[in-house]
């Protein structure tokens, strides 16, 4: 179903279904021209409450930039909202996504530093699935030359996440070694290109067996998923690692801290262990909080380890932090000028076929990022499932999901 390239088309207007007066904003008036498509959300649950329909498209504030998106990342962070499986979700309907690409539309007043036409990619506090976003100025940055808008939106999340925790957080240096989860999808190998830029730096990875070919090159250690990695590192370093990246949580957080080395790092990023179906389980969130083992903080200064926990859109959007972020962005910029790391694109997707996207994150099928290209015309049958839906189908997907629940590799995710 995925298609690599970017394929330009027109826009698919007849195949966009209005939401039905569930969201306010879809309601437009007769003298309302702006409208854009957009995916939207209509409750928590399975894929079949994903729907593109038209909204009334939005204006800049004061210090905001208005973007016309021509990508936006697929994380699976939105696969949690999409279950309500997050902290305080917010009030349905509404539109998923935290990043994107595309250029500058407009600006709001006392906006400085872009201009009408610039290349820009960006933080969206939601709303990225859409054809136009606003975003406040301090989440916006310009595209490099030589980046496409599909780089650009593999980009900002994944590779400043891996940045932070890597250098801001564990503070990575030479002859170092790093254990990743996931090696195989955006954020693993935004962790793995990142390490190479350090010298003599060991990366163990943990994948599925069908991806250790595509990413074997990157990483230096790679080990099947489906096995105990502890033993697998502990025979090629006894003493253990440096630095743990969790995205997984439960018993792998155990896992983790018993391999770090005195003075190492673990840091806590991600809980995809608690995500085993096509909707919110709460099994498997009680099974995976009973795992995590119970730090004690005698225990940590025995054993002179540091657990840590990173949250890069807390970090933007509610501890204020953008300034430190802006300055990450500049050097992973500089990093990508010099042809030291580019994000990995693993497929493009239409909006219309944001449910089949969102299945192969499912099905942990991906090495590297999904990508939603809002210029890519979907295949007719693709549009009409995803414009679609149907009480049914939310149970159907849930059996079929389950059934494949073990063969599955489990991803990172910001939450």
């Excluded at 904003?25 to 038209?54: H, Q």
């Excluded at 506090?125 to 940055?141: G, H």
């Excluded at 009973?290 to 540091?306: C, M, R």
Aim: aromatic residues 8%.
């Amino acid at each position: 179903m995925a298609k690599e390239g970017v394929e330009k088309a027109e826009e698919t207007e007849h195949m966009i279904e209005k939401d039905g007066g569930k969201d306010q904003e879809s309601v437009l008036t007769a003298g309302d021209t702006k409208e854009m498509r957009a995916v939207v959300l209509a409750g928590f649950g399975g894929l079949n409450k994903l729907r593109v329909t038209k909204k009334a498209m939005p204006e800049p504030l004061e210090g905001e930039v208005k973007i016309r998106v021509k990508a936006c990342g697929l994380n699976f962070l939105d696969l949690m909202v999409r279950q309500g499986n997050i902290d305080n979700p917010p009030k349905t309907p509404l539109v998923p996504g935290f990043e994107c690409s595309g250029i500058v539309e407009a600006l709001g007043e006392n906006t400085k530093g872009f201009e009408i036409g610039d290349r820009v990619m960006a933080f969206v506090n939601y709303n990225a699935w859409a054809e136009v976003v606003c975003t406040p100025l301090e989440f916006v940055y310009k595209i490099p030359d030589g980046m496409t808008f599909p780089e650009a939106a593999a980009f900002s999340m994944n590779f400043v996440a891996a940045y932070m925790m890597l250098f801001e957080v564990a503070n990575l240096r030479e002859g170092m070694s790093v254990l990743v989860h996931s090696a195989g999808g955006g954020m693993g190998q935004a962790v793995a290109q990142l390490c190479s830029t350090v010298p003599n730096v060991t990366v163990f990875g943990t994948a599925s067996p069908f991806k250790h070919e595509a990413i074997k090159d990157s990483v230096t250690h790679l080990f099947d998923r489906n096995v105990d990695y502890v033993p697998e590192v502990k025979k090629i370093s006894p003493e253990g690692v440096d630095i743990v990246l969790d995205c997984l949580c439960g018993e792998n957080t155990g896992k983790g801290l018993g391999l770090l080395k005195p003075l190492g790092t673990y840091i806590l990023y991600g809980s995809s262990n608690m995500v085993t179906g096509e909707t919110k389980s709460f099994f498997s969130l009680a099974k995976s909080w009973w795992q995590v083992e119970k730090v004690n903080p005698i225990k940590l200064y025995d054993e002179n380890k540091v657990i840590a926990g990173f949250s890069l859109l807390n970090l933007l959007f509610k501890q204020g932090r953008s300034s430190l972020v802006k300055i990450v962005v500049d050097k992973l910029i500089s990093l990508y000028n010099a042809r030291k790391i580019k994000p990995l694109v693993d497929s493009l997707w239409a909006l219309e076929e944001v449910k089949e996207a969102m299945q192969r994150i499912h099905d942990r099928g991906n090495i590297g990022k999904l990508i939603l290209d809002v210029e890519k015309s979907p295949t007719p049958l693709m549009a009409n499932d995803s414009t679609e839906t149907s009480e049914a189908g939310e149970e159907e997907e849930e059996e079929e999901d389950h059934e494949g629940d073990t063969d599955k590799e489990r991803m990172p995710f910001i939450q």
